[in-house]
C-alpha cells in the first residue's frame, strides 16, 4: 500500500516540476518562427536606413519591403534605435546617423 502512495505522490511531484518547463517549452517554440522573421526585418531595416543616399526613409517604403503592417514596422524601428522625423512627415532614420531632436 505504501508502494502506490509514494508512486502517486512522486507522479504528482513530477508533474508539477515539468509543467512550468512545459509551458515555456511551447511559449518558445510558438514564438520561435515570429522572433526568426523579426531578426531578419530588422537586419533588412538596417541595411535600408545604412546606405549612404539614404538619411531618412518613407515608413510606407519601410513598411512595404519588409512585407510588415505600420505598426509592427515603428516597432521594429524602435527595437533597431531608429526614430520618426520631427516634420509630421512619415519618415524614418536611425538615430546614429540623423541624432536626437534638440529640446525646445
Known amino acids: 500500500m505504501y508502494d502506490s502512495t509514494w508512486a502517486v505522490v512522486a507522479a504528482a511531484f513530477i508533474g508539477a ?7 515555456i517549452l511551447t511559449h518558445w517554440l510558438q514564438n520561435r518562427r515570429a522572433n526568426r522573421i523579426d531578426f531578419e526585418r530588422k537586419k533588412l531595416l538596417k541595411t535600408m ?4 543616399d539614404w538619411k531618412w526613409r518613407n515608413l510606407d517604403v519601410l513598411s512595404h519591403v519588409i512585407g510588415a503592417d505600420e505598426d509592427t514596422t515603428k516597432r521594429l524601428l ?5 526614430r520618426a522625423s520631427e516634420d509630421g512627415q512619415k519618415k524614418w532614420g536611425l538615430i ?7 529640446g525646445e
Open 96 to 102: 546614429s546617423r540623423v541624432g536626437l531632436p534638440s
Open 17 to 23: 516540476a515539468t509543467t512550468p518547463v512545459g509551458i
Open 49 to 52: 536606413l545604412n546606405r549612404s
Open 78 to 82: 524602435l527595437e533597431i534605435a531608429a
